[in-house]
Each structure stands twice: as C-alpha cells, then as structure tokens.
C-alpha cells in the first residue's frame, strides 16, 4: 500500500493567515492526489483534486500543488469555515489510501 | 440533486451480522462506482474498497478483504455494506460516496455515514 504522511498533525492559525499542509507519499504518484475538507460531525467534502485542480464551488484561496511524493495544500487566507481537518488521498493505485489528517484550529 | 442517504444508526452486539445501505438519487446510479470509507471515533479516514454498480465489479482494500462485503441492487440503486460476525473494532461511522467519472478514485458526493456501535 502507498503511505500518506501528512505534516503537521495539528495547527493553530489564526483568520487571515496563510496555512500550508503537506502531504508526503512513500512512492511516486505522478500527481494522483486529492485534498478534502471535514467538518465535526460531517462527512468530508472534495476540495481538489489532480493534486491542483480546484472542485467546482470551492473558494479560490485554497491551492494544492506538488507531483511525485510531495504535495501541499494551502489557504491563502485563513477564514472562519475553514477550521477544520483536512486528509489527503492518494489515487494512484488500489488501495486508495488517506493520509492521517491535518487539524487546523483557532488560534 | 444528487444524493447518497445511508441506512441509520445501528447498536449490536459482538458476534451479529449486520448490513447497512446507502441509496443514490439524482444520476444514474449503474454509472459511478461507490465507495465505502471508515472513520473509527477520532480517527482518519480509512479506504475501504468499491463497487461498480452496473456490473458489480468490487476492489477491496487488503486490509478489510474478507472482514466485510460490499454489494450492490442496481433495480434500487443502493449499495450495502456488510459484516457476517461484527467485532467491537467494528465500532465506527462508515461512509459511501460516489466515485466521479471523470477523474478516477475521486469521490464527489458522500453520504451522511452510518454510525455503528459493537458492544456487549
């Protein structure tokens, strides 16, 4: 199975700042990665995929970027909705594995 | 709209069977495959395995192979998930979403999860 590292585990932010995640694969995935969004309670949401392709409807301050075995998710600037866990998923090959997840918290 | 609403909360004991469902609504259900996640209380997300429902065609993570199975009723465009002997490490919310086609392994659209406890 691919391994998804996910740095940090946790993070303390305050809005408007800039956060970066990132996401380390334990082989090469071309850029075969997806990025997610959850809430408490809810079920998680797609916010990128092809490791920089933003999903229709979700605000333009998030950004993935990266390819082979280093990804990054970044909020340019942090709002309110946005505290939250955030999980990257590899699609390279089966089985489709997540990473850890990143919760980001109120500063 | 498109929608995938899964069967309820479900509470029992070690050693029963059990089978969730989940129901897609507003697209064509023999078109997408579905997938199942699981989420064990505070933890990540963990990939399951999937299901073509046009031909059921399933791939199964190694890691839950043989621990559940997954099918599907085309005629009621619903998924299940089951277990034969649940285990109190069954114990989580379990989610199905739907897999887009144009994009592989993406998952557009998920369900609200299914919570189930295993206790004695």
């Known amino acids: 199975d691919i391994q998804l590292t996910q740095s940090p585990s946790f993070l303390s932010a305050s809005v408007g700042d800039r956060v970066t995640i990132t996401c380390r694969a334990s082989q090469g995935i071309t850029s075969f990665l997806a990025w997610y969004q959850q809430k408490p309670g809810k079920a998680p949401n797609l916010l990128i995929y092809?490791?920089?392709t933003l999903q229709s409807g979700v605000p333009s301050r998030f950004s993935g970027s990266g390819s082979g075995t280093e990804f990054t998710l970044t909020i340019s600037s942090l709002q309110p909705e946005d505290f939250a866990t955030y999980y990257c998923q590899q699609l390279n090959s089966y089985p489709r594995t997540f990473g850890q997840g990143t919760k980001v918290e109120i500063k | 709209e498109v929608q995938l609403v899964q069967s309820g909360a479900e509470v029992k004991k070690p050693g029963e069977s059990l089978k969730i469902s989940c129901k897609g609504s507003g697209y064509t259900f023999t078109s997408n495959w579905i997938g199942w996640v699981r989420q064990m209380p505070g933890k990540g997300l963990e990939w399951m395995g999937i299901i073509f429902p046009g031909d059921s065609s399933i791939t199964y993570s190694p890691s839950f192979q043989g621990q559940v199975t997954i099918s599907a009723d085309k005629s009621i465009s619903t998924a299940y998930l089951q277990w034969s002997s649940l285990k109190a490490s069954d114990t989580a919310i379990y989610y199905c979403?739907?897999?887009?086609?144009?994009?592989?392994?993406?998952?557009?659209?998920w369900g609200q999860g299914t919570l189930v406890t295993v206790s004695s």
């Open positions: 092809a490791a920089s």
């Open positions: 979403a739907r897999q887009v086609n144009w994009y592989e392994g993406v998952f557009d659209q």
